[in-house]
């Protein structure tokens, strides 16, 4: 087993949820190679024709990745592996955060074709295809955004790409949307966190009254500006919004997460073309990140 490969464990988990092997084209190559292979190229950010030969053929490493980045195949294993999470009670949502953090493309990530992707040997886009590619331009070049909902164990929750010019706050509710955590004994998924957390860039009557609606606790600091704008408009300017020191202190994980999935080299850099190739190389780092994240089920969690 080389560096950064799969462990045993780590392998007994993901293989009951991968796609099946055989069928129409013929037996796929051995799936924990290739993820190996994949994991490898993520982790060192090195091109697809660079990938060392005991991964096999860079070509099936790659094609495997961008399918299953179409298809939602990264998607749903992320999903089977936090629902065990959750099984074992080992996902804190006593505090929930959302941050973002901006990515530098390559330039080897511009010119995508104009023309809509389809998944390979399926008439259908793929799930997470932008028509702007996630890229966006600056001063500094192109960037690309990514959006995070953490938990407390250091565990990604949901993820949303966007260029790297866009707002946080807009992002807010698409972000939260796609918290969907399965339940082993059926039913419905679990997607409201007790508690959320954010920066002042999440401060908006649009979000709060989303967050209210939802029934959903909230520490979020309120900018300067809108404060003194609501203490100039009086009785008219509302209440002040709650704000517990102690629990934005918390708000530290998510940045803590982010940081350990730009120990991917290809997550911190954007190398890949198509908006929904980087979301499934994030995935794939979100994965590795789940699947190593520290157990918290014995610690106490401030609720």
Known sequence: MGRGDLTNDEW?????????????????SDHRIVINGIL???????????????????????????????DGTWDRMVQAVQTEADARGRIDWGMVSVDSTSCRAHQHAAG??????????????????????????SRSGLTSKIHLAGEGGLRPLALLITPGQWGDSPQLIPVLERIRVKRLGGGHPRTRPDHLGGD??????????????????????????????????????GRPAGFDKERCKRRNEVERTINRLKHFRAVATRYDKRACVFHGTVTVASLRRCGSARDRADKTVAS
């Open 12 to 28: 007994a988990r993901l293989a009951p949820h991968l796609p099946k092997s055989g069928g129409r084209g013929g037996r796929w």
């Open 40 to 70: 490898s190229r993520i982790r060192t950010g090195v091109p697809w024709r660079g990938l060392p030969n005991r991964f096999g053929s860079w070509k099936t490493a790659y094609e495997r990745h961008r399918r299953w980045s179409a």
């Open 112 to 137: 995508a074709p104009r023309r809509t992707p389809r998944v390979p040997k399926r008439r259908s886009t793929p799930r997470q295809h932008r028509p702007d590619e996630g890229l966006g331009r």
């Open 200 to 237: 002042k860039a999440y401060s908006s009557r649009r979000n709060r009254r989303y967050l209210r609606r939802r029934q959903i606790k909230h520490t979020i600091p309120e900018p300067k500006d809108q404060l003194a704008n609501r203490r100039r408009r009086g009785s008219r300017g």
